[in-house]
């Protein structure tokens, strides 16, 4: 009798499935996060502390973190800058690098192609110089 319930319980459509064994952890894996040391919490498959996934480390290959480099007020103190000259300094960067990668990307067959294309590298330039001004403009005394 027992048997027939379990069996339309696991029948009807509304309810999750029943499994016996319930899963395990890997032993591979270690109680303890490989890259800061702090005990994982059971499951988990990443460190609740610095984020890095559970045995990541542990393959050999290096994995390259740029995350402390890119925190916003690390750049503004390692280049003593404020946001607005910071934000200039990015922006007359990605533009020079446009006037750089435009004559890459389009190439020029005839004469009217060339001055399009020159004529595309002298705006970004100016973008460039525009925002590196700002950046000056707007960079507080020390």
Aim: hydrophobic content about 45%.
């Amino acid at each position: 009798m027992a048997n027939s319930a379990r069996n339309a319980a696991e029948s009807e459509f509304w309810r999750p499935p029943v499994h016996e064994r319930a899963p395990t952890a890997p032993a591979a894996q270690s109680d303890a996060c490989e890259h800061c040391g702090t005990d994982l919490v059971a499951g988990s498959r990443f460190c609740h502390v610095c984020g890095c996934a559970r045995g990541t480390h542990s393959t050999g290959t290096p994995r390259l973190n740029l995350a402390p480099y890119l925190v916003w007020a690390r750049i503004k103190d390692g280049l003593g800058l404020g946001s607005g000259p910071l934000i200039a300094l990015f922006a007359g960067t990605v533009c020079v690098l446009g006037a750089l990668f435009t004559g890459m990307v389009y190439s020029a067959t005839t004469a009217l192609d060339w001055q399009a294309v020159q004529f595309w590298r002298s705006e970004w330039l100016l973008a460039g110089m525009a925002a590196f001004m700002a950046g000056i403009l707007l960079k507080r005394n020390v």
